[in-house]
Structures are given as structure tokens and as C-alpha cells.
């Protein structure tokens, strides 16, 4: 049954009366046309009950608490699924609150589209004060792929379906779409309002690479005398998983993957480099790109970590022609998209492929195993207040045991160790900061890795991280999702020591000391644990799982065990004004 039986005026003795729809039925059309079945928003004027006819519908609308958060299940969902995560937020406030998620998704190229109500043009584009007047189509634009705005009822199928093809055509990516309150309400002849809708046709089409393209990349690749392929968040979004691993294995080629396709491949497989990145990236010769820019992420292909200045050669296979000598020139650009261009090298290779030299193998080998053992012991130390190594050595066999659970990540060093700490066994199971480094997307995240997938959630936080959408515990209690947050409680950003010179105010980095973040997620009829030694850590966090309901562990961390900026400390500028002795 289609959302305009609801609304129809048939009366069998007068067969005149035309059946109508409306604006809000058939946004709700559209998108089910699409095999959209998702809603994240946050309810209020003009879409309040575009979200109550959605979800009499049979469609599941997730309300948030604020619009960033709800941005970013939409925009992870994208991720997870290849289809466009839709939110829907108010007018200018609520839209900017969307904003900062729509970015982030165009920059993490995930699809997305965020559907935002707005006040009336006439008095808009007059500036004449309407309520939450904002021109939002304009300010859209520069922050995402494509940006469109639907003036007519009979103009909303092919709006969404804009919408659609934009968001997850080529370089996927987040895509605006501006409903002003008026077309809403706006009535037209249902057949027509019908007929006017479109079923996007295959919104991702294929792009197969040039054959001389693929002849060249493997030319490089066969010279190549210490070879490393590299594997973005590209490769994970594409579902190009049996391909990809056939090209690792048939190849030899050791990998690095990077933090999103963490599990691709499981990280304790032999040709994984990932404990060895640093070795990897620096004497390799030749590296295969996929999915991955060559952005501040892998020092731009360029600098100490990459060895010798133009020692190493680039082929790089993605979607979007113009990443290509983004940073350094690439000598194989394989424009097509991964799935397509991977089994066109698989292809290739054919049957006299020559694995790599061992002793490239051998080193990458002996490096990870050092490393390996280097970290084993901090893992296991049963000090309290617990190290980060010490938690995170209980959350990597949790992990392990549970490999088909999603594990969202965020913090400082609760991010960057636990990304190197917790192997991953499966594709698409680690969620994170991705391309930004971007802190608040946890909770988000975490709805929509349950509500997409329907697995276990492990949300892994710093205590800050967490701070930025912790009031969507309520959400998550209020939809009685199987997610278990761990806050990493060091009482502070990076530490929990700082002071302020002064004395007077608490210091810029700190936060109250030993806070109950347990206690909020009791607050709304989830679970909380306090708890102090990896042991504890170990049977709150498997209780929580096994249990299936929302769960809060507050895990007590030494508040002088973190470093400044994680990983990154390198990217704060320093005075350049010396201090007075
Ligand atoms: P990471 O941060 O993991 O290195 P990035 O987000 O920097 O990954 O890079 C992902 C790359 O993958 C982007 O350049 C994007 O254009 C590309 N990409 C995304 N989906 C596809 C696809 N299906 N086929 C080819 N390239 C893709
Ligand atoms: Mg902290």
C-alpha cells in the first residue's frame, strides 16, 4: 500500500472527487521507491510530521536529541550500506547542527543526504525575518557534493532521485536537499504525484578502468622490489571483500591497511604489515593505493616517513580522476571503480605472476613480530588505575572474541592506541574519526551501526570524545539498542593533571575529577559499570554484551598516562616567544 490511500477522498457515489496526495506523501514515496527505509533526524517545524507519516508508513525514523548526531548515523549508514543515510532536521538551526555531519561525510566520502525543512522564500530571499530565516541552499553548497532545492510538489521525484544518484555516484559523498515548508503542504492529483516519482536505476553504476591503465599499473607492480599495497576506506565502502583478498594473497604483496579497513583482511593475517606500518611505508618501492588518499594520513606520500625523497613509486586506483598527483605524482593512476579495477589486476596477473622478494617479506616479518612482543607486556598489566595499554589489552581479547561486533572509536589516545591495540577480524566492523580526525561522531555511530545492521556495538571513548554527543545514551536507551559505551575516564583532554597557572579556574584540558559517566547511562534504564582493573573491565564489558541492552562502563584511567594530542602531538604549532627565566 502506497502512502496516498491514506489521504485518498474516494466516495463510490461521486466518482468526480480526483484522489490527491501531498508534499509529505510523496517525499515519503520517493524514498521508499528507492529502498529507503531509514530516517535520522530530529523532529520540529516544518518536518514534525513528515517524520510521523514516515514512520506510519512502515519506515523507521530514529529521533536524536541534536542534528549532528543524527547527521552521523545517516552519514555512517551511507558507509555500511552503499545506500544514501537520509537526515532530516528543522530549518537553520537544526540544519546547521546537520551541517558539520553533511561535511564529514563529503570529506570521508560516505553517502549521505541530509533533508532540511526551510522558512519561506518570498520573505527569505527579501530579508524580511522570517522564522529561522536562513537562505540554507546557499550556505549548503560549498560544504558538500551537490546541493538542490524542490519549489514544486510534482518536482520531488526527480529532486530525491538527484538527491540519490549524487550522493552515491562516483566519489560517493554527502548531498543537501531543501524542502521549504510550503511544498509540504502543496496538493496534486495523486496519479500524477505517482507517476512523477523515479527509481533510481543502478545509482552506482560501474566504471571499469582502461585496460592500458591496468597494463601499466602491473608493469610497475611486477619491477617492484619491496611492494606494499595500501588499503583505505575506500576499499571497505566498496563490498569488494573476496577480490580484495584474492589480489593480496595471488600477489604476495604485504598490506597496510588503513584505520576504516582495519579487517578487510583479519589484521593477524600473514601478509598484514599493519604492526610494521612505519618500516613498511618508509623502504617499500612501489605502493598500490586503493581507497586511500595520499592526504595527512599517509604524510602526503611524501617526507621521513616515506624514505628517500622519490623512492617510492605510486599506483593508485580510485574512483575520482582528480586524486590523482593529488600530492605526488602518481605513476599508474587506475581510475574505475575497486571492485571493477581489483579483478581487472587480479586478471592480469594471471598465471606467471612472481610473488615479492622473501627477504622483503622476511623484514616487514621480523619487524612485526618485534613489535608485537615490544607491546605484550604493557597490554597485560593488571596496575590500578588502569593504563591505557592495560584496558585496552582487555577490550583487543574481547574483540577477538566477538568478531562480528562494530567497534566505534574516539578520543586522543583512547583512538589512536586502540587503533593500533585491537585487531580487527571482519570488514567494515571499526567505525571511527576517519579523514577529519573528527570527535562527537561515537554516539551517532553507534545507533546506526545497531540499527543498520543489527549487531553488537562496542563504543570505545575517550571521556572528552564522549562528552560530545553523550546525551544520545537516552536515544539509545530509548530504541534498546545492543550498544556498550567503555569511556576511557582519565579525568581530562590528553590528561587529567593539568592546572591552571593561576589558580584560579580548573585548567583548559581538565574535566571534574573521578566524574559517574556509569551514572548517565542509569539515568535513563540502561546499565552502568565503575569499574577500576582490566579484570573488571573484561567481565562488565561481556556481561553488558552478552546481556544485548545499552550499557555504560566507566573505566577508570591513570589521569597521567596520556600524551598531548595522542599520536599527533607533532601537528600543534609552538610559541614562537621563548619564556622569560
Ligand atoms: P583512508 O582515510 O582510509 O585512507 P580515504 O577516505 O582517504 O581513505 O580514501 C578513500 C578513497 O576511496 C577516496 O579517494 C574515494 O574517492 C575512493 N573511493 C570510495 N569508494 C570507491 C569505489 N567504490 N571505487 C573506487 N574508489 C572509491
Ligand atoms: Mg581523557
Known sequence: MTALAKIVHTNPEIDAEPELTDGFHLVIDALKLNGIETIYGVPGIPITDLGRMAQAEGMRVISFRHEQHAGNAAAIA???????????????????????????????????????????????????????????????????????????????????????????????????????????AQVMDAEAGQKSLVKVIDPAPAQRPAPEAIARALEVLKSAKR???????????????????????????????????????????????????????????????????????????????????????FIQIDIEPREMDSNVEIVAPVVGDIAS????????????????????????????????????????????PMTFHAALGALRTIVKERPDAILVNEGANTLDLARGIIDMYQPRKRLDVGTWGIMGIGMGFAVAAAVETGKPVLCVEGDSAFGFSGMEVETICRYGLP???????????????????????????????????????????????????????????????????PALVNAVIDPAAGSESGNIGSLNPQSGIKKKK
Open 78 to 184: 551511507g558507509f555500511l550500506t552503499q545506500k544514501p543515510g537520509i537526515c532530516l532536521t528543522v530549518s537553520a538551526p537544526g540544519f546547521l547542527n546537520g551541517l558539520t555531519a553533511l561535511a564529514n561525510a563529503s570529506t570521508n566520502c560516505f553517502p549521505m543526504i541530509l533533508i532540511s525543512g526551510s522558512s519561506e522564500r518570498e520573505i527569505v530571499d527579501l530579508q524580511q525575518g522570517d522564522y529561522e530565516e536562513m537562505d540554507q541552499l546557499a550556505i549548503a553548497k560549498p560544504l558538500c557534493k551537490a546541493a538542490f532545492r524542490v519549489l514544486h510538489a510534482a518536482d520531488i521525484g526527480i529532486g530525491v532521485a538527484r538527491a540519490i544518484r549524487a550522493a552515491c555516484s562516483g566519489r560517493p559523498g554527502g548531498v543537501y536537499l531543501d524542502l521549504p515548508a510550503k511544498l509540504f
Open 227 to 313: 611492494p606494499l599495497i595500501v588499503l583505505g576506506k575506500g576499499a571497505a565502502y566498496a563490498q569488494a571483500d573476496e577480490a580484495i583478498r584474492a589480489l593480496v594473497e595471488t600477489s604476495g604483496i604485504p598490506y597496510v591497511p588503513m584505520s576504516m579497513a582495519k579487517g578487510l583482511l583479519p589484521d593477524t593475517h600473514p601478509l598484514s604489515a599493519g604492526a610494521a606500518r612505519s618500516t613498511a611505508l618508509k623502504d617499500s618501492d612501489v605502493v598500490l593505493l586503493i581507497g586511500a588518499r595520499l592526504n595527512w594520513l599517509l604524510s602526503h606520500g611524501k617526507g621521513k616517513s616515506w624514505g628517500e625523497p622519490g623512492s617510492t613509486k
Open 341 to 384: 579495477c581489483v579483478q581487472a589486476l587480479l586478471d592480469g596477473m594471471g598465471q606467471g605472476w612472481q610473488q615479492p622478494p622473501s627477504d622483503w617479506i622476511d623484514t616487514l616479518k621480523a619487524k612485526r613480530e618485534a613489535n608485537i612482543a615490544k607491546m605484550a607486556p604493557k597490554l597485560m598489566s593488571n596496575a590500578s
Open 483 to 549: 550498544v556498550c559505551i567503555v569511556v576511557f575516564n582519565n579525568n581530562g583532554i590528553y590528561r587529567g593533571t593539568d592546572t591552571d597557572p593561576t589558580g584560579r579556574d580548573p585548567a583548559t584540558t581538565v574535566f571534574v575529577p573521578d566524574s559517574r559517566y556509569d551514572k548517565m547511562m542509569e539515568a535513563f534504564g540502561g546499565v552502568g559499570y565503575h569499574v577500576t582493573t582490566p579484570d573488571e573491565l573484561t567481565r562488565a564489558v561481556n556481561e553488558a554484551m552478552n546481556s544485548g541492552r
